[in-house]
């Protein structure tokens, strides 16, 4: 009787030291889960960020490739609607008559035209360095460049230097929006 008593204050004992074990292993896990992912300012566009993290890595990382895809893409594209035009629009509108043959075909080059001509000059104007040597007004030093930085004038990461007035720097045009851009 008295073995049996023990046994079960033995067993007791273990339960309670096997309880106490699994509620500080509790605790601990608990607070490790807050501790990585509970913040008290969290809010919906920070797990937004959170959650397109790597695809703001994967573009940063890939930016010098994804500008010159981009480019051929604006060319394909183009090629395409020009191929197109002539295959099937202008067939098309020689059975309904000459002028609105006429009308179609100096609108759609006038159009292509301008199209070109503005992507051209949106890729290769350039975005406008700070001027070198001496500077009227200098609000700090650029980091990167170590160069004197007038007002607004920021440094791009993917072309490597300071630009005036930088608005952001454009996947698909391979340029920055800045001091000179056509736009």
Known sequence: MMQRFFCRCRYLC??????ARLKSKWEL????FYSLFYNVFIDKSTMIDAALEPIYWFVDTFAKYLGPAMVALVIVLTLSVVVIFYIFIIPFTLLQGFYLT??????????????????????FTHPGRPPQGMLPEVVSMCKKCIAPKPPRTHHCSVCNMCVL????????????FSLFSPY
């Open 29 to 32: 896990a608990r607070l490790e």
């Open 102 to 123: 006429l009308f179609h075909l100096l609108f759609g080059h006038w159009l292509l035209i301008m199209i070109v001509f503005n992507y051209f000059m949106g890729v």
């Open 14 to 19: 273990e339960c309670v030291r096997l309880r």
């Open 165 to 176: 007035k930088m608005d952001h720097h454009c996947r698909i045009i391979l340029q920055m």
